[in-house]
Nanobody, 121 residues
Framework: QVQLVESGGGLVQAGGSLRLSCAVSGSISRFDTMGWSRQAPGKQRELVASITSGGSTNYADSVKGRFDLSRDAAKNMMYLQMNSLKPEDTAVYYC???????????????WGQGTQVTVSS
């Protein structure tokens, strides 16, 4: 059973930084895409950043230039470096990934349990 476990959330002042980590049980290289999404109270979940198996990254406009997604295949880890944090970045952050799960080509999505990030003004 594949599991994704986030860590690194917490309380930080505006302008500060946090680094979220996502530990993947099994090989991270099997995932075609991985990413970080967040959900603030009363709001829909939004994709913050994503990375393909080829290493191409995409970011939401709201975090471009401030957040950086990276992964370490050797450690089966994915990271989200968050700089210049703003109160509007406050949310539960989830790591997730998608990959083919059987020979018929069916795809499965896997999500972590989430980690809270709170940015105070």
């Amino acid at each position: 059973q594949v599991q994704l476990v986030e860590s690194g959330g917490g309380l930080v002042q505006a302008g500060g930084s946090l680094r979220l980590s996502c530990a993947v049980s099994g090989s991270i290289s099997r995932f075609d895409t991985m990413g970080w999404s967040r959900q603030a109270p009363g709001k829909q979940r939004e994709l913050v950043a994503s990375i393909t198996s080829g290493g191409s990254t995409n970011y939401a406009d709201s975090v471009k230039g401030r957040f950086d997604l990276s992964r370490d295949a050797a450690k089966n880890m994915m990271y989200l470096q968050m700089n210049s944090l703003k109160p509007e970045d406050t949310a539960v952050y989830y790591c997730h990934g998608e990959r083919v799960i059987n020979v018929e080509g069916a795809r499965g999505q896997y999500w972590g349990q989430g980690t809270q990030v709170t940015v105070s003004s």
